[in-house]
């Protein structure tokens, strides 16, 4: 199964693209798409949709995952980010690809064990989980497969309140009596 993770931004927007199989995670590619400073918000929004369009073309993902805005002190950068996330997964709809939500602390926890980890332990623990020990990435693109592994994780032990059988039916296809 093909996830991709979306770290949103209107600086940087991170993108991390995993294969999940059975019990094995692989990196297939990741990045980030960069948003040039002198151009129009109404602008940089369309080149991230039109790059998340142009990769979800070419990997074909089953999933699509994203982070939720952080809400801190300035309104301005959260509505920015809002706005990034929205036109990520209207690019993913356009595909008709389900897309799920995961918080920052919500990813941290599930990669590092805390949800307090800083950007350096997840960059850490993402090179660790997908044995990529020298590659040389931004915190965007590291955070972005962090999203991606959150929801890989998710699958792959979902909560009792999930009602998402084919996802379980995916991630434990040994589970299923097929008749």
Known sequence: MIIIGVDPGTVYTGFGIINQSRNTLIKVSSGIVKLPPSKSLSLKLEIIYAELDKLLKKYKPSEFAIETAFYGKN????????YARGVSILAAVHHGIP??????????????????????????????LLKLDNEKMRYDETDALAVALCHAFKLKSPSKKSSDWKAYIEAFPEKVIRM
């Not at 309104?75 to 809002?82: D, E, F, L, R």
């Not at 799920?100 to 919500?106: A, G, I, K, L």
């Open 99 to 128: 897309v799920s939500e995961y918080s920052p602390r919500e990813i941290k926890k599930a990669v590092v064990g805390s949800g307090a980890a800083s950007k350096e332990q997840v960059g850490y623990m993402i090179r660790t």
């Open 75 to 82: 309104v301005q950068s959260a509505m920015k980010i809002g």
